[in-house]
């Protein structure tokens, strides 16, 4: 990287010392302020910036004033500030004689600078000079010392060919389970331990992949980290080899199929000779998150497999001793603390506390390490991991080797099941025995997140506890007023009710990092409700960061941990000294990037609590913790639509307080791949394939599949043809047959101004919501409408739209439909959904009986356009169904929401607007489209159709109607491109459909804002 002299943070540099020289009595910790900030400010992107960190690994204590670790968290550099009063030569001898690192240093006092590097001085540099500073930067960053960057190289090497060398293996297991009986019996064997210690659903695959994972890794191990007997002195290492040893008896040679990869090894143990373990673990961090990535990445998920950055690691393991002090007046060495990490993953937590307590209580270390640290991992990599780790640290700190009794190779939740019968091995056992004996009072650590499988194609579920999912089932749900309460099964919550339960009414503290939807999510009312009868004091670090609820966002910039979903530390603690509950809430700025939230974490690593300006929050009596201010105003609206209102079946009489009877999701398929298409053509001999592979596996299922049910189902079927569904399994299982008929294919809006066609179905449509009765059929559609909202507890901006053909659920989001009929589902009997209550309450309040169902409909559907209303209430609108305010203007408004609706309802006969068909000369004249593009301009933008068409002119303000943080425009363009085997342009005979339907799009786009517009300031 070249730094120029002119950069602004040399700039801002100059500008801050010329600024401290003016104040007297400058002192050397202020004066080294500067340079602080500009190696902060001008490291590379995911750097980290350390200040005052013990140098691992040294003899001594050193803490240079700043340590650079890079992404991969290697140290790469250090630098040490001087009083410039004071003679710098003789004050570096001073460090050089104490030990500091001189790998790549910079030693200044701000006028001059002496860099070291691979031990040698390089240069040195009179920095009140802006050329020579910004010459410093640059060798100080561009250096890497040789043996990490060789290191670095064999890991990547190893990292990309990790899949291919697992498949190999994978296929010398096939062919020992087809041929060696040795392995067979001890395979057998192996797995009856997995099923009884593990997972009783463990399959013969997922064992497999275990011996994968020591064969792979086991001699890096050894020799990376010169530990020649880690495996076998290893308790549950002893058992795998045992195994692998029948493996590799007859058709295997382990060392011979492994030689392939001795250049992979060699280079890995070659480079890795220079550095120390703190340098190593980078690489077993590598191994821990990219092994898993690259090879199994549904293990990846299903566990939650990522690493925990450091200063979250940190700053938890700060919180708990903070709170430990003054909660109860203990220290971490106390003998009445008993710690667990049941998610141990690397084993960090461990370590981090391991440093904390021999830095507070050194001569407790031992003690506390034999007797009250406990950790679980479910996962062998992980676990050899952990154990090298922990046992590595306790080494470095006490000088003697001693396994770590406390680490248990366990599942967690299972302990809490009734019966063990055997754990793996006899230590194993042991170890788990004198876990559950323990007096646990601090449970910390970084639990999965994984809500479990997104299609039933990856057969990948989460497992059962039934004593946990139970615990759940009888407090966080049962105090739920939520209708979907799936997601408290999330595996974050499981170890949320575990720790808990845990603590088996001991006083205590629980401090987890997790997916932090429980905050807000409607869902978790319940739980929210129930954590603050655990807990007594509840304090909730929100670092926030889901891009699904603000698409500014990205999960790799703005996510601590790069994911999608929002991430915040809890710290819940137990103590009878209150009586009452109080719960203390911060959340981080909006648009912070991922090194903001952390460099925050590490400033605040002293004092956890009292550095960060909590605020008290007073949940409400629907549980609710965060409320803002317009609530009350929003809960004397009127709801579009109420369970308790669809449920009553009294006609319109009692119970009925909404102003639709009913409503409905969209329509789901759970293969669109099959079920929709652009074209009849395409769609229907894909149908009739499907449903003919269909009817073969209820056949097949008829003669051998012996009435499988659950796990023993997901492994009977085959997935290779069919995309199955939880429906089409249980079709399947009652052996019924599916039926092509040309009359169910129809009219569908997939997405927004995007029409397909749609085989609907009871069998292959996953789930039709109460779309046979709003459009049995298609003259339905010519009378019939519905109104599409997000659902509740949708994380896009709030939206609407409507429609006259069935929606799919996910239209602009998730659908909840509301319709002006409703059917049965032969098409007969119609009736309006509009409750007779809801025009008689906007009949009373406007004094006027000429108000009509219809007049309500079109008003109910300009209210929901209204800006102000969606700004206005947009927190609640993502947690409820909209209710309807009564503003003054109601006529008006019911007109502009009919013309509304016209022009989203006809927008393919609406004139489009004028836009310049530019075309490129030598190109072939056409308006087929292949991937549409939009290319903004400063005053107007173009949508390029293919090589040769662009269509110019697009007025910027038409992008301004939005559908879900997206415009319409937008949409159309995403969705009108050719994929896989879909064409666009086969939707309609004329060639220029699609360009036309652009055109008009855009004046859809300016009319709907116009009629916006015109509904006027809010008057709500
Ligand atoms: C998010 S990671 C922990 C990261 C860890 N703090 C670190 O930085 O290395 C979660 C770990 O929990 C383990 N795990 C998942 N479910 C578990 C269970 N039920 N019992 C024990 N360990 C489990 C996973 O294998 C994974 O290694």
Known sequence: MKIIEKNKHIVAYYEKLEELRGVRRLTVISLREPFKNLLDAIKPKGWQFIAEKTVDGASRIIHPDATLRDENSFPRGYWEAKDPKLDLSAQIDVKIERQYPLKNTIFENTQRAVLYQAGKVVAEFDITQPKELARLLTLFFDYEEVVIANFKTAVARFREDTPELASGLRGKLEEAHKSNSKFISAHAQFMEMCRTSLNPAITRLAVDEMLIQHLLTERLIRKVFDNPYFTQRNIIGKELQGVIDAFTSKTFNADEYLGKLEYIYRAVEDASKGLDYADKQAFLNTVYEQFFQGYAIKTADTHGIVYTPQPIVEYMCSAVEEALHTEFGLSLADETVHLIDPCTGTGNFMVHLLERIHKTTPDKLEEVYLNRLYANEVMLLPYYVASLNIEHKFYELWGEYHPFEGLCFVDTLDIAQAQQLSLFSEQNAQRVQRQKDAPITVIIGNPPYNIGQLSENDNNKNRAYPVID?????????????????????????????????????????????????????????????????????????????????????????????????????????????????????????????????????????????????????????????????????????????????????????????????????????????????????????????????????????????????????????????????????????????????????????????????????????????????????????????????????????????????????????????????????????????????????????????????EIFYYTYAVLHHPTYREKFAGVLKRELPRIPKVPSFKAWAKIGQELSYVHLNYEQIDPHPLAMQWRTNKPVSQRVVKMRLEKKPDSADVLVNESLRLAGVPLRALDYQLGGRSALEWVIEQYRVKDDKDPNLYSEDEGYIVGLVGRVVAVSLETLRLIDALGTWEG
């Open 470 to 854: 139970g615990r759940i089932k009888a407090t966080y749900a049962k105090e739920s007023q939520s209708g979907n309460k799936n997601k408290l099964y999330d595996a974050y919550v499981k170890f949320f009710r575990w720790a808990s339960d845990r603590l088996n009414g001991r006083d205590g503290i629980v401090c987890y990092v997790t997916n932090n939807s429980f905050v807000d999510a409607i869902a978790f009312d319940g739980m929210r409700k129930q954590l603050l009868e655990d807990f007594t004091t509840i304090y909730h670090v929100d670092l926030h960061g889901n891009v699904r609820q603000n698409p500014k966002l990205s999960g790799t910039t703005h996510n601590v941990f790069g994911i999608q979903v929002g991430v915040g530390i809890t710290i819940a603690i137990r103590s009878t000294r209150h009586e009452a509950s109080r719960l203390f809430y911060h959340r981080v700025p909006e648009f912070w990037r991922k090194e903001e939230k952390l460099g925050f974490l590490q400033t605040a690593l002293n004092n956890p609590f009292q550095s960060i300006p909590f605020q008290v929050l007073q949940p409400n009596t629907k549980n609710e913790w965060i409320i803002s201010d317009t609530d009350d105003e929003y809960a004397s609206f009127i709801p579009l639509g109420t369970k308790a209102t669809k449920r009553a079946n009294n006609g319109n009489g009692n119970g009925i307080y909404a102003i639709f009877k009913t409503f409905s999701n969209g329509i789901q398929t759970n293969r669109d791949d099959v079920m929709y298409d652009f074209t009849r053509r395409e769609l229907i001999p894909r149908v009739e394939e499907f449903i003919e592979n269909y009817n073969q596996e209820v056949d097949r299922y008829k003669r051998t599949g012996k009435n499988a049910t659950g796990r023993d189902l997901d492994n009977f079927v085959k997935y290779d043809k069919i995309k199955w569904s939880s429906r089409l399994k249980e079709t399947l299982q009652r052996l019924v047959y599916a039926e092509f008929a040309e009359e169910k294919v129809r009219y569908s809006l997939y997405r927004p101004f995007t029409k397909k066609y749609l085989y609907f179905d009871t069998i292959l449509t996953h789930r039709r919501g109460l779309f046979p009765q709003i459009f049995p059929n298609q003259q339905t559609e010519v009378e019939n409408r519905v109104i599409c909202v997000p659902l509740k507890g949708n994380t896009k901006p709030f939206h609407v739209l409507m429609t006259n053909i069935i929606p799919d659920l996910h239209l602009t989001g998730d659908s909840q439909c509301f319709p002006f009929y409703v059917y049965d589902e032969d098409g007969t009997n119609r009736r309006e959904n509009i409750t007779d209550w809801a025009l008689k309450q906007f009949q009373t309040h406007y004094n006027d009986s000429s108000i009509t169902k219809w």
